[in-house]
């Protein structure tokens, strides 16, 4: 959803529209909902995500978006997510709060900044894609992008031609533009690093 779209449908979300709300819903809910089972048990992950996309309907009236809306949406959970853990530090007080202080300074690791909240959700659709590929395909890109072996030094490792590892990179890349055809720069600088 690139920013033109999302400025549309978030236009749309707070003049009531529930078909936008319920589109935006749809789009993030996901990458919502696995960014808070990070750190909280699943069924509170569900109950965080839920609860912001009905405070963020609740309000939409007042509210305003100054990032992009996956940043804004992301935002709300991690301070959902760190309040649940505070709230549970509280209840556990005469209990072992290792784990908990571990997962909140866990979450404070991954959303110090709108960067990585983004690299977070990214990250995420990437692995989704990868995992999407043909084996041999996803191999191929595997060895070229996380172990950094060159074009000839694959083909020597699966006994095929150079020319047929550039085909395998070539299709991973292509479904990859598909995937992120809304964010293609930020894409670029994440997968031509190792990850």
């Known amino acids: 959803m690139n ?5 549309t449908i978030i236009h749309k979300v707070k003049n009531g529209d529930r078909l936008a709300f319920r589109i935006l819903f749809q789009k993030y809910f996901q990458s919502l909902f696995l960014f ?11 109950d965080i995500v839920q609860d912001c996309f009905y405070e963020l309907w609740q309000n939409r009236r007042k509210t305003e978006i100054t990032t992009s ?14 309040k649940y853990l505070k709230n549970e530090q509280k209840k556990r007080i005469h209990h072992d709060n290792f784990g908990l202080l571990l997962k909140q300074e866990e979450l404070l690791y991954y959303t110090q900044s709108e ?7 990214t ?15 996803r191999q ?7 172990e950094g072996l060159t074009n000839k030094e694959i ?26 055809k809304d964010m293609l720069s930020i894409l670029f600088i994440l997968l031509f690093n190792k990850f």
């Open 3 to 7: 920013n033109l779209a999302e400025n």
């Open 36 to 46: 808070a089972s990070k750190f909280v048990d699943e069924e509170q992950a569900k």
């Open 69 to 82: 809306v996956s940043a804004y949406l992301f935002t709300i959970v991690k301070n959902r997510c760190f």
């Open 115 to 121: 960067k990585s909240i983004l690299e977070f959700a």
């Open 123 to 137: 990250k995420d659709r990437i692995e989704k894609v990868i995992d999407q590929l043909p084996e041999k395909c």
């Open 140 to 146: 191929v890109f595997e060895k070229s992008r996380r």
């Open 155 to 180: 083909a020597d490792v699966f006994n095929i031609s150079v020319k047929a590892v550039e085909k395998h990179i070539s299709k991973a890349l292509q479904l990859f533009r598909e995937e992120f």
